[in-house]
């Protein structure tokens, strides 16, 4: 037995409840570098944002408490993405909820996230090594080779099909161990999911 007045005040009551989630974003999308979502909608919660030379953080944010500590999952060469992980965990104690998420950011990792001037577009969005394309189906190239002189990246479904060709490479559970395609350095890939 609801009305329209009372329709009309839940879309509000909704609307101003995530009104700190859409500033949370409005924040991160005007004053960092957001590589993915390239148009992002109202309601997309993740942000794949810049860090340096092909290197990248995507965090997912939960609408209902956008000041807490999101899902985040680094993206590059792992000499690079290393570091970023152990300051993250190391750190993860300092999160204040009453500062914002970038500045949480910020601190947690102790890095400046860098402007669009800074860097340019190609030194993330480097095409797999394998197929030669950027997105395959909706992936992006998201396993990148650990040697620092190589660095190449490449889709997940591309390295399986490349290693699991390979009469050399072998797999122990959920990794396979291989050779990287362009500089023949050991490269590993865990499966997270097999969509493939």
Same mark, same amino acid.
């Given at each position: 037995?609801?009305?329209?007045?009372?329709?009309?005040?839940?879309?509000?009551?909704?609307?101003?409840?995530?009104?700190?989630?859409?500033?949370?974003?409005?924040?991160?999308?005007?004053?960092?570098?957001?590589?993915?979502?390239?148009?992002?909608?109202?309601?997309?919660?993740?942000?794949?944002?810049?860090?340096?030379?092909?290197?990248?953080?995507?965090?997912?944010?939960?609408?209902?408490?956008?000041?807490?500590?999101?899902?985040?999952?680094?993206?590059?060469?792992?000499?690079?993405?290393? #570091?970023? %992980?152990?300051? /993250?965990?190391?750190?993860?104690?300092?999160? =204040?909820?009453?500062?914002?998420?970038?500045?949480? $950011?910020?601190?947690?990792?102790?890095?400046?996230? #860098?402007? %669009?001037?800074? /860097?340019?577009?190609?030194?993330?969005?480097? =095409?797999?090594?394998?197929?030669?394309?950027?997105? $395959?189906?909706?992936?992006?190239?998201?396993?990148?080779?650990?040697?620092?002189?190589?660095?190449?990246?490449?889709?997940?479904?591309?390295?399986?099909?490349?290693?699991?060709?390979?009469?050399?490479?072998?797999?122990?559970?959920?990794?396979?161990?291989?050779?990287?395609?362009?500089?023949?350095?050991?490269?590993?890939?865990?499966?997270?999911?097999?969509?493939?």
């Amino acid at each position: 037995q609801t009305n329209i007045q009372d329709i009309y005040n839940q879309v509000l009551s909704t609307l101003e409840s995530l009104k700190g989630f859409w500033d949370t974003l409005d924040e991160i999308d005007t004053k960092t570098w957001v590589l993915e979502p390239e148009k992002p909608t109202r309601s997309a919660t993740m942000r794949r944002i810049a860090i340096g030379n092909n290197v990248s953080i995507t965090i997912d944010l939960d609408p209902r408490h956008p000041n807490m500590l999101p899902e985040c999952y680094f993206l590059g060469a792992d000499h690079v993405v290393q #570091p970023l %992980k152990d300051k /993250l965990n190391s750190n993860v104690h300092l999160w =204040d909820p009453d500062v914002g998420l970038l500045q949480n $950011l910020k601190d947690i990792l102790e890095i400046d996230f #860098p402007s %669009k001037s800074d /860097l340019k577009k190609s030194d993330f969005t480097m =095409d797999c090594g394998i197929c030669y394309a950027y997105r $395959l189906d909706s992936a992006i190239p998201d396993q990148v080779c650990d040697d620092p002189h190589c660095a190449q990246p490449f889709h997940q479904a591309c390295l399986y099909e490349w290693l699991n060709g390979l009469p050399s490479s072998r797999q122990s559970f959920n990794i396979i161990y291989g050779e990287c395609p362009y500089c023949t350095k050991p490269i590993t890939l865990k499966l997270l999911n097999k969509p493939f």
